[in-house]
């Protein structure tokens, strides 16, 4: 499968521990995304990295949050100090150097605080 | 900033039937517009996009789409439904492509009965 992959699929936690998602992408594709997905509402926007640049950052990304993406491959997320507000699923998306707009989503990793 | 407006949160159908999924858009200046269509227990697909030109567009698994820019709709259409067609169903835009921070409806969730 040359699919974008996240791991874990789900993820148990504890309020206040620290989680860490990862995320990779279609071996081509030089941009990645990272999405936030709650109950009831659509993708919203977390950050944007085009090869190992980290080029925008939503103000839904508090400092509790932060993501990577060494050498330009694969991708982390990782959540400090969770709350439970950060219960959601966490979608990761990669394209191409095209402007298609074409997004290719993973399955998503998703993290209930308990 | 722009927005998506998905006014039915869930539609039923029955198989064979006709489908209409509707999407209003804000947005100043000629939006780039998606649906895309999220299976159980799958990643977000793309099923079509719209970015200029004949404003009725077709897309993947007999899916098409029309762009009115006097009523800022991007309706979702289907002449005839399968089972398979179960899914939750995202209309999104874009500002510019290149850098594909999309902003999603918050879906309209389609059921399909025999």
């Known amino acids: 499968d040359t699919g974008v992959s996240q791991d874990p699929r789900h993820k148990i936690t504890k309020r206040g521990q620290n989680v860490t998602f990862r995320c990779d992408p279609i071996?081509?594709?030089?941009?990645l995304y990272w999405y936030r997905q709650t109950l009831g509402q659509g993708p919203e926007f977390l950050t944007y990295?085009?090869?190992?640049?980290?080029?925008?950052k939503s103000r839904l990304l508090s400092d509790r949050f932060s993501a990577e993406r060494p050498k330009g491959s694969f991708s982390t997320l990782e959540i400090q100090r969770t709350e439970q507000g950060d219960s959601a699923m966490y979608l990761c998306?990669?394209?191409?150097?095209?402007?298609?707009?074409?997004?290719?989503f993973g399955e998503g990793s998703r993290l209930t605080v308990l | 900033a722009q927005s998506v407006t998905q006014p039915d949160i869930h539609i039923t159908v029955s198989e064979g039937a006709s489908l209409e999924l509707r999407c209003n858009y804000s947005?100043?200046?000629?939006?780039?517009l998606f649906w895309y269509v999220q299976s159980p227990g799958q990643g977000l697909q793309l099923l079509l996009k719209?970015?200029?030109?004949?404003?009725l567009v077709q897309g993947i698994k007999g899916f098409e789409a029309e762009f009115k820019r006097s009523q800022s709709s991007f309706n979702l259409r289907k002449p005839s439904v399968h089972w398979s067609d179960a899914a939750e169903y995202f209309c999104?835009?874009?500002?510019?492509?290149?850098?594909?921070?999309?902003?999603f409806g918050t879906g309209t969730r389609l059921t399909i009965i025999p």
């Open positions: 998306a990669s394209s191409g150097t095209g402007r298609t707009g074409e997004l290719f």
């Open positions: 071996s081509e594709h030089n941009r």
């Open positions: 990295f085009q090869n190992e640049a980290q080029l925008e």
């Open positions: 947005y100043g200046a000629t939006p780039y």
């Open positions: 719209y970015f200029s030109g004949d404003t």
């Open positions: 999104a835009v874009a500002a510019r492509l290149g850098n594909e921070k999309l902003t």
